[in-house]
C-alpha cells in the first residue's frame, strides 16, 4: 500500500483544510473509503490504531509517528502538510502520544465551512466537498459574494447580491483581523453587544425587518425562518466591534469617565455606537432601558461590563476585556435564539433553517462556557 500511496499528490490539500476532507477526496477515486486508505497509510511495524470512523468524526486527527508516516507516503514535507492542514498542526488532547501511528476521527475543535465551489473548482467532486477552517473574517466569499455555509456532504451558501451591506461589513471586518490578533474576541463581544438588544425588543426594528425579508427572498425561506441568523445583525456587530477595538476610543472614553463619571462615558459610547449604526433613536432607547432594567441585568450587560473594564482607575481589568458572561452569550442553536426572538417556537421553522443551513458555519459568536466565556 505504501508504494500505490504515493499518487495522492495529484489530489492536493487546499490551504485550510480539514484533514480528514482531504483523506475523503484522497480515497474517492479509487473507490475506497477513507478508513481503508488511512489504515493503508499508517500500516508498518508498529499496530495501527484508529479512534472513531469517518462517520462519527468530520476531523481526523493523528500523533506524531502518524504525522510522519502521511508524509513519507505523500512525498510531501510534513512542514508543508501541517501548514495547509491546520489539525495537524498538533495531536488532538484525547489523541496518546507514543511510538505506534495513532489516529482519530473527532468532530472539529473550530467551525468549518465548505469552500466557494468556484473558486476551488476541480477540487470538488460530487459529494466530497472541501470542508476548511474559515479563520477570522473567512466565511464570505467577495469574489463570489456568497456566505459560505457548513455543510459536509455538498455546497452551502447564501447569494448576498442583495445584501450589499453584509459584503461592506465583511470588508471591514477583514481590515479590523489584519490590523488586531485579537480580532475574534473583539467581534465576540460584540456580537454579544448586539444579541442583548436583539433579545430585549428591537427585533421589530425596521432595518433588521427588510433586511429579514431580502435575506428570506435570497434562501427561499419564511422570513420567521431567518430571524435569528448572524446576517441580519452582522453589519451592527462588525460596527460596534470597529468601535470598541479602537484605541483612540477607549482613551477617549478613560477620559471621560475621569473628568465626568460613569455616566458621561456610557452616554458618549451609546451616542457614538448609534451614530455608526444609522439608528439616530439608539442611544436614547438604550438609555432609558439602562434606567429601568434590574440590576442583575446590568451586572452581566456586555457592554456596561467592558465599558467598566476600560474605564476601571487602576486598569486592573483590563485583562479581562473582552471576555462574556455565560448569561449574554449568543446562543449558536437555531431553537434556542428562535424562543428569544419570536413569541413561539413552530417545529416546521426550525425545520426549514435546519434544511436550509441558515445557522451552519462560522458566526462571531463565543461558544457558552461556566460562568465568564473567553471569546474564541
Known amino acids: 500500500m505504501q508504494a500505490s500511496a504515493s499518487p495522492l499528490v495529484r489530489i492536493p490539500p487546499v490551504a485550510g483544510e480539514l484533514t480528514g476532507s482531504w483523506f475523503r477526496r484522497m480515497a474517492a477515486p479509487y473507490g475506497l473509503p477513507a478508513q481503508d486508505l488511512l489504515r493503508g497509510i499508517l500500516s508498518g511495524a508498529h499496530r495501527v490504531q484508529v479512534t472513531g470512523t469517518p462517520g462519527s468524526g468530520l476531523e481526523l486527527f493523528l500523533n506524531p509517528p502518524a504525522r510522519t508516516a502521511l508524509a513519507h507516503s505523500t512525498g510531501l514535507p510534513l512542514t508543508q502538510l501541517t501548514r495547509l492542514l491546520p489539525a495537524l498542526a498538533a495531536p488532538h488532547r484525547r489523541l496518546t502520544d507514543d511510538e505506534n501511528p495513532r489516529a ?134 462588525i460596527a460596534v ?60 450587560d456586555p457592554l456596561d461590563r467592558w465599558l467598566r473594564r476600560v474605564t476601571a482607575a487602576d486598569g486592573t481589568e483590563s485583562n479581562s476585556l473582552w471576555t462574556v458572561h455565560r448569561t449574554a452569550v449568543r446562543p449558536t442553536e437555531y431553537s434556542d435564539r428562535v424562543g428569544f426572538l419570536t413569541d413561539r417556537r413552530p417545529r416546521s421553522l426550525c425545520e426549514e433553517a435546519g434544511a436550509t443551513f441558515l445557522t451552519g458555519g462560522w458566526e462571531p459568536v463565543p461558544l457558552p462556557r461556566p460562568e465568564l466565556a473567553p471569546c474564541p
Open 104 to 237: 482519530a476521527w473527532y468532530m472539529p475543535d473550530e467551525a468549518w465551512v465548505g469552500t466557494c465551489p468556484a473558486c476551488t473548482g476541480r477540487a470538488w467532486r460530487p459529494g466530497q466537498p472541501v470542508l476548511v477552517y474559515p479563520g477570522t473574517a473567512g466565511h464570505i466569499c467577495r469574489r463570489h459574494q456568497r456566505w459560505i455555509l457548513a455543510h459536509p456532504r455538498r455546497p452551502a451558501s447564501i447569494p448576498l447580491e442583495t445584501l450589499p451591506e453584509v459584503l461592506t461589513a465583511h470588508r471591514h471586518h477583514c481590515a479590523l483581523a489584519r490590523a488586531r490578533p485579537d480580532a475574534a474576541d473583539v467581534v465576540a463581544l460584540a456580537a454579544a453587544v448586539v444579541w442583548s438588544w436583539q433579545a430585549q425588543g428591537w427585533r421589530s426594528e425596521t432595518v433588521w425587518q427588510d433586511r429579514v425579508h431580502r435575506l428570506a427572498a435570497a434562501t427561499g425561506s419564511m422570513p420567521a425562518a431567518v430571524v435569528p441568523h448572524a446576517l441580519v445583525s452582522y453589519p451592527e456587530t
Open 241 to 300: 466591534a470597529r468601535l470598541l477595538g479602537a484605541p483612540h476610543w477607549q482613551q477617549r472614553l478613560r477620559e471621560t469617565a475621569a473628568a465626568q463619571g460613569a455616566g458621561a462615558a456610557t452616554e458618549l459610547l451609546l451616542g457614538e455606537i448609534s451614530r455608526r449604526v444609522g439608528r439616530p433613536w439608539l442611544a436614547d432607547w438604550l438609555i432609558a432601558y439602562t434606567r429601568t432594567r434590574p440590576r442583575t441585568a446590568k451586572q452581566t
